[in-house]
């Protein structure tokens, strides 16, 4: 059985509640954890330190400076 193609790695620069698309892609990777997370599905990020989060959770952590 094949696996479907992973897609492309956007890349944006992130800004205070939105982003820019710098480059094509369907996804950018947590910062944290390295998930991988849909353009579509992208709520969490911080505009400066230019990182993606897959939750509030791993956001707010982070921001903390717990992770």
Request: aromatic share 8%.
């Amino acid at each position: 059985m094949l696996t479907p193609p992973a897609g492309r790695l956007a890349r944006l620069h992130y800004l205070p509640g939105t982003f820019r698309q710098l480059s094509s892609g369907d996804h950018v990777l947590c910062a944290v954890s390295g998930a991988r997370i849909p353009l579509d599905m992208l709520r969490y990020w911080s505009a400066e330190r230019q990182e993606a989060y897959a939750s509030a959770d791993i956001a707010t952590r982070r921001l903390l400076g717990q992770a």
